[in-house]
């Protein structure tokens, strides 16, 4: 059976893009770790040039394709132009829908798709992650058990998550209308930072709507190549905001916004704002008051890579006063977190967030800032291991606590000592 068939395969104009000038590599996270052809961004698309002139789907061929963490660094940096994005995308739908892996690896993605995009099956999970967490047993447990119980041990505890209201008025003159995405790790695990995000918004003048039960928009399975599962979720989460009225739908997570603005809805797809470019666009109106603190702000992939959005994060930080921002060593490396890569492949995951988290320890700054659930959970790992305390904190919170002039709100979010 050759490795792909006709549905969707990687496109053949597309792949011939590449020139194999090799600019890609020093960026690629597993061509960085393990210095192999094959996990660099030009062997995988060899790759997929062996499958499409016939070759089978080999196991080796799907290992080469699982191990990229889809970060799109070579994106970036490909002076060609190539759209690795794209052929990775129709290249993992391929191999979900053509290969049959081992049974214990399918029972592992059974479990975490049965449960990631699912807020409520998340939430449910908090109380016994805590119990988990208490009972020092994680080598006990299985891969997502440890993931888990770190997102359990970021998240806000001995408070109840904030519920946040359908509609939340701007404060002042009202200069628009936006839909808030509250995502499923977010909202489950950092609702704190989607509590955040609504202050920021109305006190900007945006009346926010916040529809209950939105659900997945399709990220994680998207990544993943899960395609049909991701439809769905697409569709479910359009049909929560129709009729909403809103100008931009704002998203705080970095993945999530990604995968929304290549929604197949095009006028949908064109109200998705990250935070960061919605408040630029509109232009700062409430007033910023100081926040003495040295922060390190980390690009998530999916921001930076993904939406190209670099300058709008590092502007509002810099606009606050008393705020001393410090750039990381290699920006452009991911920390290894990566949707759910990190659980699927724990060993090289916990080599790239120490040295991420290396990096953070580099610059001497007080707070980890970055925009996105994933990459704050996986640099709070790493920093643990490496032992040595940094506050960890959303880019909304920062903003939060400016506006409210409470630098208080930037507590560690991460017990990492
Ligand atoms: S997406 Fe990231 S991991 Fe995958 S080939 Fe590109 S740089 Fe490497
Ligand atoms: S993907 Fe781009 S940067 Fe990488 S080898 Fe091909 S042309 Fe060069």
């Not at 080999?58 to 970060?71: A, Y």
């Not at 449960?115 to 009972?135: D, E, I, K, Q, V």
């Not at 809805?265 to 666009?281: I, M, N, T, Y």
Request: glycine content about 10%; proline content about 8%; hydrophobic content about 40%.
């Amino acid at each position: 059976m050759t490795a792909f068939d006709d549905h969707h395969p990687p496109s053949a104009e597309l792949i011939a893009d590449c020139v194999h000038c090799g600019f890609c590599l020093p960026t690629c996270p597993t061509y960085v770790l393990w210095g192999e052809e094959m996990d660099s961004p030009r062997g995988r698309i060899h790759l997929m040039a062996q499958g499409l002139s016939g070759e089978p789907m080999s196991d080796s061929m799907v290992r080469h394709f699982d191990q990229c963490l889809g970060c799109l660094a070579c994106v970036s940096a490909c002076p060609s132009g190539v759209r690795y994005d794209r052929l990775i995308e129709d290249t993992r739908a391929q191999v979900e829908r053509r290969h049959r892996r081992p049974l214990r690896e399918r029972l592992l993605r059974m479990g975490i798709f049965a449960l990631f995009p699912y807020p409520r099956r998340l939430r449910l999970l908090r109380g016994p992650l805590r119990a988990y967490r208490a009972s020092r047993l994680p080598r006990l447990a299985g891969r997502m058990l440890p993931t888990l119980g770190t997102l359990e041990s970021l998240a806000p505890r001995l408070v109840r998550p904030e519920r946040l209201p359908g509609r939340v008025p701007a404060r002042g003159p009202r200069r628009a209308v936006v839909g808030l995405l509250t995502g499923c790790v977010q909202s489950a695990f950092f609702p704190e930072v989607n509590a955040a995000t609504t202050r920021v918004l109305a006190a900007e003048g945006c009346d926010v709507v916040i529809p209950s039960g939105q659900g997945c928009c399709g990220a994680l399975s998207v990544h993943s190549g899960r395609s049909g599962e991701a439809e769905r979720f697409a569709g479910r989460l359009i049909e929560a905001f129709a009729g909403t009225g809103i100008d931009y739908l704002v998203v705080n997570a970095a993945g999530c916004g990604s995968v929304l603005k290549e929604y197949d809805d095009a006028p949908f797809a064109a109200k998705v704002r990250d935070l960061s470019e919605v408040l630029v666009e509109l232009g700062p109106v409430a007033p910023r008051h100081p926040v003495p603190v040295t922060i390190a702000y980390h690009d998530a992939c999916h921001l930076a890579h993904g939406q190209g959005i670099r300058a709008q994060p590092r502007q509002l930080l810099r606009a606050i006063p008393g705020l001393e921002l410090r750039e990381l060593a290699d920006p452009e490396i991911c920390c290894g977190s990566a949707g759910v890569w990190n659980v699927l492949n724990p060993q090289p995951a916990r080599e790239l967030g120490e040295r991420k988290a290396a990096g953070v320890l580099a610059t001497g700054a007080q707070l980890l800032v970055t925009a996105n659930p994933g990459c704050l959970m996986q640099i709070a790992v790493g920093l643990r291991r490496l032992g040595r305390p940094v506050g960890l904190a959303h880019t909304a919170q920062v903003l939060d606590a400016s506006l409210a002039g409470d630098p208080t709100r930037l507590r560690l979010q991460g017990d990492v000592s």
